[in-house]
């Protein structure tokens, strides 16, 4: 633990996270629940039944007021005001330079009232930049997170247990939709949206109501193979998943379009947004690095930070490295040079997740492992994707 | 956090058992526990010389990976085949079928007065808290 436990924002449902004997760590400043038992067990149970999800670490800010649409518009990437209420949008907040501040989802929950959703450990920028760019746009902005719990129910089974115990109707609720609901009893905001490459829910609720629905949740989900997850989990399904992470994929040194993201980038909406030139012009040039998915040819597991090889020399650096629970092998995302992520593909097709290795032929990369070139296939992302989608 | 009685320990997390010219090691209970899922261990193959005190492997988890030191000075005698399969037998049985590697103690080896009895390593996990 790097942090001191003693110094580190509680949630509400810390309590119950002690109770349950979880692997405590620090968060971006928060106590969090790393693992209860087994992650890989945990990462499994998300796969196959569903993982229940203490959240309430990531920023909550509201966004309200006649001219709240006009102030996101103008303050992120995305097209806010495009949204209909009860939808939600992947987006992001770039600096004038384009640097990607962060990534954030936004719900529209009614014409004049949004939430949006940060990392934890931006919640504070994130804030400071929407109320200074709504400032005279008519919008408030308000840091909620404090008195908001996030509770995330995700997995193939996640709603056949949420659904005794609300009033929305679950069937109608599409992915990437959120409204007001009664959840176990308390008033929250219930959307289908989550960071696993699962069906799921995150519900937002009183932080007072917080310990009651995880309770309720925990009871419906018992005998539905329901298991409580921690970060650790979260962090490999994501990475299953493909989806980025602030601080390893996404960086104030990285546009949307390095990313692989460019799509979030609304060029063509009207008005002026922060970032807009100089996103304009990144959108028209080559681009300077390529995100790409790796697998390993070992069991040896690349990390964060360590180089990637071609033809001997540094083409890139590993963002996100993990042991695959779904796939059983280790994978990686990187940024790649453009040049050697094309002499990788021109060698061979991008590995399909559930390929074998094919055999004898040379890896077209490596990852240097703490001094050994370990062999490394592309690989196709998302490396997982869930039946039916 | 179990701390079997009977073991010796490392600053560094391996237990070893030492009968006759034999040394058997592995990583503690408190080790495992903080490491997470083990998903690969690294071990000096049969025939390697090890050095008390000196990295000799590593033991890779779902979040990090860990250097092996040696406890003792010798030769590699033995690898537990069944952890390279089952590394999951590190969390679910460190001081049993979790066993790690077996080292023939040098002749001349140094008594390997920087290990720890059970108390005292208890003692230093209870001051990582």
């Known amino acids: 633990m790097t942090e001191r436990a003693a110094e580190l924002r509680r949630t509400p449902l810390a309590g119950i996270h002690e109770e349950l004997g979880a692997t405590m760590t620090g968060f971006a400043g928060w106590l969090m629940p790393l693992r209860y038992r087994s992650e890989t067990a945990e990462h499994a149970a998300v796969r196959s039944a569903a993982g229940l999800f203490d959240l309430s670490h990531m920023g909550e800010i509201a966004v309200t007021g006649p001219g709240a649409a006009d102030a996101l518009d103008y303050a992120l990437v995305g097209q806010p005001s495009a949204l209909a209420p009860g939808r939600a949008r992947y987006t992001m907040i770039c600096a004038e330079d384009g ?43 308000t840091d909620r997170t404090g008195d908001c719990a996030l509770i995330a129910v995700q997995g193939p089974a996640a709603a056949a247990i949420l659904a005794p115990l609300t ?11 959120g ?30 109501d917080a310990a009651g629905i995880w309770r309720a949740i925990a009871g419906a989900g018992a005998g539905l193979g329901l298991v409580p997850a921690g970060l650790a ?69 690349p990390r964060h930070g360590y180089p990637v090889l071609h033809a001997g020399s540094r083409c890139g650096t590993v963002t996100s490295g993990a042991p695959s629970p779904t796939l059983g092998v280790p994978i990686a995302m990187a940024y790649l040079d453009p040049q050697a992520a094309e002499a990788a593909f021109a060698s061979g097709p991008a590995r399909q997740a559930a390929d074998a290795a094919p055999a004898g032929a040379q890896a077209p990369l490596a990852i240097d492992i703490r001094g050994q ?9 998302p490396f997982y994707r869930r039946p039916g989608r | ?11 560094e997390h391996e237990w070893v058992k030492i009968s006759g010219s034999s040394a058997t090691v592995g990583i503690t209970d408190y080790a495992q526990h903080a490491l997470g899922d083990v998903v690969y261990v690294s071990v000096p193959p049969p025939g390697t010389k090890v050095s008390a005190g000196e990295p000799c492997g590593e033991v890779e988890s779902t979040k990090s990976v860990s250097d092996l030191y040696s406890p003792v000075d010798g030769e590699v005698s033995e690898v537990n085949a069944e952890v390279d399969e089952n590394p999951g037998l590190v969390n679910a049985d460190p001081y049993g079928a979790g066993w790690l590697f ?27 808290e």
């Open chain 1, 99 to 141: 640097g990607v501040i962060d990534d954030l989802i936004v719900y529209r929950l009614a014409a004049q009232e949004y939430l949006v959703v940060a990392n934890a450990a931006n919640t504070a920028v994130v804030a400071a930049e929407l109320a200074s760019r709504a400032e005279g746009r008519g919008a408030d902005v």
């Open chain 1, 167 to 177: 009033d929305a109707s679950l069937g109608d609720l599409r992915y990437y939709a």
């Open chain 1, 179 to 208: 409204h007001r609901a009664r959840v176990a009893g308390a008033q929250a905001m219930l959307a289908r949206t989550g960071y696993t490459g699962e069906d799921g829910f995150e519900i937002f609720a009183r932080a007072e």
């Open chain 1, 233 to 301: 989990a979260r962090d490999t399904l994501r990475l299953e998943a493909g989806m980025p992470l602030y601080g390893n994929e996404l960086s104030r040194d990285v546009t949307p379009f390095d990313a692989g993201l460019g799509r979030v980038v609304k060029l063509d909406k009207p008005g002026p947004f922060v970032g807009r030139e100089a996103l304009a012009r990144r959108a028209g040039q080559p681009p300077q690095r390529v995100l790409a998915g790796l697998i390993v040819r070992s069991r040896r597991v």
């Open chain 1, 373 to 381: 070139a370990v062999p490394a296939d592309l690989a196709a992302l």
């Open chain 2, 1 to 11: 956090m179990t701390v079997p009685e009977e073991l010796q320990y490392t600053q």
């Open chain 2, 102 to 128: 077996r080292v023939t103690l040098a002749e001349n080896a140094r008594q390997p007065e920087a290990l720890l009895s059970a108390a005292e390593y208890e003692d230093l996990t209870r001051e990582a």
